[in-house]
């Protein structure tokens, strides 16, 4: 498969396997949330601020954010990454790196560094082909630059 096939099959996967419910900020529309489109696949804004959270509530439930980029539940707050090409996203990684992240739950895809958080689904991903996770990366390179530092993961205990 060339390149231009593989950032093809990539593109087909990235919108097949819904990486845009997480990964894209969205606003309210007639229909409910819609992507941002300047902002596609940028992760959780970094200045975006959650609503007050009731902590005895999540340690038996998982509330998302109303635009899906955000989730808090008994592991705390976790924020979706910044996926583009961006060096504030994964534009900076190698294929290798994404590879660990995806097929080990690795941050980064470093060996050392924290296990991917809910509701990121890498146990499931890791069962993809390696042809496929490679035309995903492939795609995910050419995606638009969207400069967003998203926030580290919280505790329970700093949401109170």
Not at 18 to 40: A, F, N, T, V, Y
Request: positive net charge; hydrophobic residues 40%; aromatic residues 6%.
């Amino acid at each position: 498969m060339d390149s231009t096939e593989m950032v093809a099959r990539g593109k087909y996967l990235v919108n097949a396997m819904g990486c845009d419910d997480c990964h894209s900020p969205k606003r309210m529309g007639p229909q409910g949330p819609e992507i941002i489109p300047e902002l596609r696949l940028s992760g959780h804004p970094h200045d975006a601020k959650l609503p007050p959270v009731d902590t005895t509530a999540v340690k038996n439930w998982a509330l998302m954010a109303m635009d899906g980029t955000a989730m808090v539940g008994p592991w705390g707050a976790s924020y979706s990454a910044n996926i583009t090409s961006d060096q504030t996203g994964i534009g900076a990684w190698s294929e290798a790196q994404f590879l660990k992240a995806i097929r080990e739950g690795k941050l980064k895809g470093l060996d050392g560094t924290r296990p991917l958080l809910p509701p990121m689904p890498w146990f499931v991903y890791k069962n993809m082909n390696d042809k496929d996770l490679k035309a995903i990366f492939a795609f995910l390179k050419t995606v638009k630059p969207v400069e967003n530092v998203v926030p580290v993961p919280k505790g329970l205990a700093q949401l109170q």
